[in-house]
């Protein structure tokens, strides 16, 4: 597949290192699948996709670096969308973000309201400086907000939310965010696994299945084409959570 050029119509900043970018072009996307993004002259990288238009980027390394460095009316090379995304089950679902993993659990919200879909949302952050899209998610439903450092909301991680509902409630849990943290959540719902679909965020070097660089141990899931978004069973007894790969291929 190869790259369109899409010309960035708006930038948005969420947070000091949050950007959200907005196209001329907009995608036919299920809610949990991702681009590949070429940025020219530099690499192509995953980006989820936070609105039918648009894509939210936190500054992490040279890739993200550039894109911040663009402006309105350059542009970006962006291929998909690609991969698995998330299936809206059920009437009642919680939705578990933490940090910038609030982007597309946003999309697939008001996607599920849009259904009618009554949604129950736990951001988690470090800092009340670091939440993104809280009047969007309060708009779609139920808000928790918690942060490490115990400035905004529960403190504690994103599965501190968790003590304050009924998890039997939910027909569905989705998650995003960093692995520890869901790997934290999957672990705290024991017994719900077939309920929970996670996203899962890791080196996409090809996004075509090809290069294995994203694979998980032992089970050889490519989050790249299998995923991005997997059923919480078929993560448990692997090293989901534990370790990933980094561009050598080296356990980090």
């Not at 070429?38 to 989820?48: I, K």
């Not at 679909?197 to 299945?209: L, T, V």
């Not at 090809?210 to 991005?228: A, K, L, N, Q, T």
Request: proline content about 5%; charged content about 25%.
């Amino acid at each position: 597949m190869r790259p369109k050029n899409a010309e960035i119509v708006e930038i948005v900043p969420e947070t000091p290192t949050v950007r959200t970018l907005r196209f001329d072009l907009a995608f036919d996307a299920v809610p949990g699948q991702y681009l590949m993004v070429w940025v020219r002259g530099v690499d192509e990288v995953p980006m989820s996709i936070s609105y039918k238009d648009g894509i939210t980027v936190q500054l992490v390394g040279e890739a993200t670096r550039a894109i911040f460095d663009l402006e309105v009316g350059d542009g970006l090379g962006l291929r998909g969308p690609l991969g698995n995304g998330f299936s809206l089950l059920g009437d009642s679902i919680l939705l578990v973000g933490g940090g910038v993993g609030a982007a597309p659990l946003a999309f697939l919200g008001e996607a599920a309201k849009e259904r009618g879909i009554e949604v129950t949302t736990i951001l988690g952050v470090r800092c009340c400086g670091d939440l993104i899209f809280r009047e969007r998610f309060r708009r779609i439903g139920e808000l928790v907000i918690t942060t490490d450092d115990g400035s905004l909301g529960i403190c504690g991680r994103a599965s501190a939310g968790l003590s304050c509902l009924n998890l039997q409630e939910f027909h569905q849990i989705y998650l995003c965010g960093p692995e520890p943290m869901m790997a934290d959540v999957i672990g705290r719902c024991r017994g719900m696994e077939t309920k929970i679909q996670a996203s899962i965020d890791r080196y996409f070097k090809c996004g075509m299945g090809i290069c294995g660089s994203c694979s998980i141990d032992p089970s050889g899931i490519r989050p790249c084409v299998e995923g991005p978004v997997i059923r919480a069973d078929e993560l448990v007894g692997t090293e989901f959570g534990r370790y990933k790969r980094g561009p050598s291929g080296r356990k980090k």
